[in-house]
T-cell receptor, first 118, second 113 residues
Framework: GAGVSQSPRYKVTKRGQDVALRCDPISGHVSLYWYRQALGQGPEFLTY????????KSGLPNDRFSAERPEGSISTLTIQRTEQRDSAMYRC????????????????FGPGTRLTVL | AQSVTQLDSHVSVSEGTPVLLRCNYSSSYSPSLFWYVQHPNKGLQLLLK??????LVKGINGFEAEFKKSETSFHLTKPSAHMSDAAEYFCVVSPFGNEKLTFGTGTRLTIIP
């Protein structure tokens, strides 16, 4: 079956431009997560949603970063006024059940969007 | 607070020999621990998970890991390496097994023919 998809796979932009990164989770998955992975590092949590509700955005680095999931399915991560330090791989993951509590629900990751800010 | 430390950034082994990737964790809670693998140009894939059941956990592709609370370790092992095991491996901790995962910096595994 179809996994998590992300688009675009590669994005090159100039400093100061806005970018929008899209994540399409596995059908029926209610929780969706965004991570950022710098070169040579592990992914770092940015934010997550249960359905359309943003549950935790503590990992967003500053107010230039925002995310939405208006209909509880596809999500968009938007970076305004991009800076060179925003260059990274942005990964999305989804899980079948709610992201809270003591029940483990595997997060399935997409292939990522490689963002390069010139 | 929680964190994981992967003790080796690169590991090289010959095909057919054992693999050992080391991970130590720090957690205020009784943690859930995972190993994820990342092949080039692919998404992260879950290898195995520990969620307070059996301390020896078996995963896919012949990998296993042992949770040792006294040593705060969760090392990944495989008896015999295969060329297809070449990838980057991440040790991951989570307080409850979901929500935000905290990743280590990764270990790149190279298999020598």
């Amino acid at each position: 079956g179809a996994g998590v998809s992300q688009s675009p796979r590669y994005k090159v932009t100039k400093r100061g431009q806005d970018v929008a990164l899209r994540c399409d989770p596995i059908s029926g998955h209610v929780s969706l997560y965004w991570y950022r992975q710098a070169l040579g590092q592990g992914p770092e949590f940015l934010t997550y949603f249960n359905y359309e509700a943003q549950q935790d955005k503590s990992g967003l680095p500053n107010d230039r970063f925002s995310a939405e999931r208006p209909e509880g399915s596809i999500s968009t991560l938007t970076i305004q006024r991009t800076e060179q330090r925003d260059s990274a791989m942005y990964r999305c993951a989804s899980s079948l059940a709610l992201g809270s509590g003591r029940t483990y629900n595997e997060q399935f990751f997409g292939p990522g969007t490689r963002l390069t800010v010139l | 607070a929680q964190s994981v430390t992967q003790l080796d950034s690169h590991v090289s082994v010959s095909e057919g020999t054992p693999v050992l990737l080391r991970c130590n964790y720090s957690s205020s809670y009784s943690p859930s621990l995972f190993w994820y693998v990342q092949h080039p140009n692919k998404g992260l894939q879950l290898l195995l998970k520990y969620t307070s059941a059996a301390t020896l956990v078996k995963g896919i592709n012949g990998f296993e890991a042992e949770f040792k609370k006294s040593e705060t370790s969760f090392h990944l092992t495989k008896p015999s390496a295969h060329m297809s095991d070449a990838a980057e491996y991440f040790c991951v901790v989570s307080p409850f097994g979901n929500e935000k995962l905290t990743f280590g910096t990764g270990t790149r595994l190279t298999i020598i023919p």
